[in-house]
C-alpha cells in the first residue's frame, strides 16, 4: 500500500512538470537582432543613384567614398540633394564657372563638422552623379564650379560592370 501511494504520488508530480519553452525572452533577442540590421543597413558601402539616372558603366575595382554629391538630373542640378539650378540655365550660360553651384559647394564646406586640419583641407572631394545622355559641356560646366569652390578631387560615379578578359 505504501509502494502504490509513492506511484501514485510520482504519477502526479511528472504530469505536472511538462517541458514548455519561455518564448517571451527569445521574441526579444529577435526583435533587437531585428532592429540592430535595420539600423546598419543604410550604412552600405555601395552608394545607391536614384531610379531616374542611368549611370555610365566602369570596371574599375575602388569603392567610392563619403565626399559631397552633386547630382546632375535631366532638370536640375542639386547639392547634397538641394536643388541649386537648372541644367537648361547651365547649358545656356556662357560662364565657364556656374557662381551657384560654387556658393553652394562652399557653404558646403562650412558645414563640416570637426577641426580643419591640414588633412581635411586637401580631401576636398566632391562626387558627380550624372545621367549617362547629358551632354559633356554640361558637366564640364560643372566639374569646373567643382574645382573653383576648391574641390581639388573629382569622381564621376559609375555602374561596376564585369570586367573584361583580355
Known sequence: MKQNRRLKR?????????ASLNL???MDVFTILVFF???????????EPPK?????????????????IVLVTEDNVLVQGDVV????????SKDAIMEPIKQRLLDQQKKVIGIKTKVIAESKEVTVLAHRTLPFKL??????????????KIS?????????SG
Open 10 to 18: 510520482m504519477a502526479r508530480s511528472s504530469k505536472q512538470k511538462k
Open 24 to 26: 517571451v525572452s527569445l
Open 37 to 47: 540590421l535595420l539600423v546598419n543597413s543604410s550604412s552600405s558601402d555601395v552608394m
Open 52 to 68: 531616374s539616372i542611368a549611370l555610365p558603366e566602369s570596371v574599375v575595382d575602388s569603392k567610392p567614398r563619403e565626399t559631397v
Open 85 to 92: 539650378m537648372s541644367t537648361a540655365d547651365v547649358i545656356a
Open 139 to 152: 558637366l564640364k560646366k560643372v566639374m569646373a564650379s567643382c574645382t573653383s569652390a576648391g574641390y581639388g
Open 156 to 164: 564621376l560615379a559609375v555602374v561596376q560592370k564585369a570586367t573584361q
